[in-house]
């Protein structure tokens, strides 16, 4: 049998600003390590692309490790085992979990775990909406750190986003009053005509605070905060009294290169007694079944729809990537890696 | 019987920056009101001076209605009940609460509660440790707010203020480690010395950063925060993952005559997981009971001192407020007014 060869991305150069591409370096050819006991041999099938990949690259004070300088670059996955010799994941279960901008991984998968993807739906869907990223983001950012009430007033930012879209989808299941702030007209009528947003502000042509307090006159009562900067300052200038501001993701400022203030409107956190909290998904790492479960009988029901933006092969990872901070991207992004 | 005579300060103009004295206007001679039916004649004993004022004179928005121009400046006091017409408080009774900077009120008292001073304490003990507005504040923001368990690292910045040594001192009797972060070498000296606090900081002298990972060398898993700005950004960068920031006053940006910025390290609250949440004791009121009876408790058991520093004569209320901002009062800060 022919040896495998690899292809993979690894981070050479810490980004500055949104220059990407030279950050990272393409390799084929690789040899692939033969697998040992207690190990697996995954193929890579689908490579997600999200925020928090740029935040990996830099060195910023971060959630896990930032990735070194020459080491793969780290992603989320969905993968097949291709060999196996660990009794964990038997060949040909197809995975999802953290691993490496590559075609192909031999580890011992202690970052992955099984799914059993519903063949009525596309194996994307697995990482676009039925994904501990994605939907178990959206699920326990808005119902845990959020504890929306049925009635209350939801805004979301980055509302067509992959989080987004599924956070006001929600919010409509649990009766919420939703307004989604987004980047572009066609985003917005998305939002309102296919997903039932209640309404949606275009950041990009209209004063959000003044647009705000027609979408949401009773005031806000959570916000799910994507973005940062000067649109979290807007939503928190009109959050009620013990409101909740759920930190997702503060997507522009990844790349900022000089350090950036918070909100001018910290001081409503004291006079609106509001909650800010940041959360990330990892931790409810041991709910995640519960979370997906419900996700999955949504997606299935036609509750929640969701997008996908796929690219074609692994090579094209970076300059895809720059499509998440440009707003460009239509749907979850990910690239295509290998056929099952 | 001669009529009586009211004393008073109004507010007349906004106060810019901390130009607080042209704000205020003083009256004599002005005649008191009589008693109806249901209402009660207070005189007050004390005037709590407290950096809320310094909001409630501003328009900015607030957790009350700010003071309107032209009336009576709102303050905390101790009164006593001259003249009763009214079942819910009898004549003799001493009560707490919001009133306005002058000698005597005619009003239905719905503002105030009696409280039974023990006689083992003076009477500006009910201003300085067991009043809601100290006590109770101190109590709730650290307890509830910070959820503070025995074992972790608790910073208070503004700690020689009122609030701030209690909160200290409950954290120690509560088993933390217990960092003050204080404005001279004397607060800090009686910090530590006579209150019990592991380390304090003096921020006019010493880079607080450098100090703080020498004084928290484990990390910061409870912040109560009294003052904003600088101090807030250099300690939200040493939170610990799920830490809680208990925002209870600003006070670095009350006399703010321009927008400030929010903590540049804002975005530590996703990467930490830390909760930051605003509270106003007010919100508290129906447990207040359960607060105050325990800090009394830890009054007389001298498990918590406090220092009181009183002014004599309502006519110096502006100027001895002006000592909150510039940091030059040694204890809780009052006014004594008339003689019970």
């Not at 989320?76 to 979990?97: R, W």
């Not at 939801?154 to 649990?174: E, P, R, W």
């Not at 905060?225 to 807007?234: A, H, P, Q, R, W």
């Amino acid at each position: 049998m022919a040896a495998r060869t690899n292809k993979l991305w690894r981070l050479v150069k810490r980004p500055v600003g949104d220059v990407i591409e030279g950050a990272l370096a393409y390799e084929e050819g690789v040899a692939v390590p033969e697998v040992k006991d207690g190990q697996v041999l995954l193929r890579t099938l689908f490579l997600s692309l999200d925020p928090t990949n740029r935040i990996w690259m830099s060195d910023m004070d971060q959630y896990m490790p930032p990735v070194e300088l020459g080491q793969v670059m780290r992603g989320f996955l969905i993968s097949v085992v291709e060999e196996s010799k660990s009794s964990k994941l038997p060949k040909g279960s197809i995975v999802a979990g953290v691993g490496g901008w590559q075609l192909y991984e031999v580890s011992d998968g202690a970052s992955y775990g099984i799914i059993n993807p519903n063949p009525k739906l596309p194996l994307d869907a697995y990482l676009s909406a039925i994904s501990m990223l994605i939907g178990g983001t959206a699920y326990f950012g808005l119902l845990d750190i959020g504890q929306p009430k049925a009635g209350e007033t939801l805004v979301v930012s980055g509302a067509a986003g992959a989080v987004g879209s599924l956070v006001g989808q929600i919010g409509k299941i649990k009766g919420l009053r939703v307004v989604g702030i987004a980047g572009s007209d066609e985003k917005c009528a998305w939002l309102k005509n296919e997903l039932g947003f209640d309404a949606t502000i275009n950041y990009k042509k209209e004063n959000v605070s003044e647009a705000l307090r027609v979408a949401a006159p009773k005031g806000v009562d959570v916000y799910f905060e994507n973005v940062g900067g000067k649109i979290l300052d807007d939503v928190l200038g009109q959050c009620n009294n013990f409101s909740r501001v759920s930190i997702c993701g503060l997507i522009s400022g990844y790349n900022a290169s000089a350090p950036i203030p918070g909100p001018y409107n910290f001081a409503q956190i004291l006079m609106h007694r509001i909650k800010v909290q940041g959360f990330i998904v990892i931790d409810y790492a041991a709910r995640m079944g519960e979370a997906l479960q419900e996700v999955e009988q949504w997606v299935l029901e036609g509750k929640l729809k969701y997008k996908s933006d796929i690219a074609e092969g692994l090579e094209t990872a970076p300059t895809t990537l720059k499509k998440l901070f440009n707003g460009t991207n239509d749907g979850k992004l990910m690239v295509h890696v290998s056929k099952l």
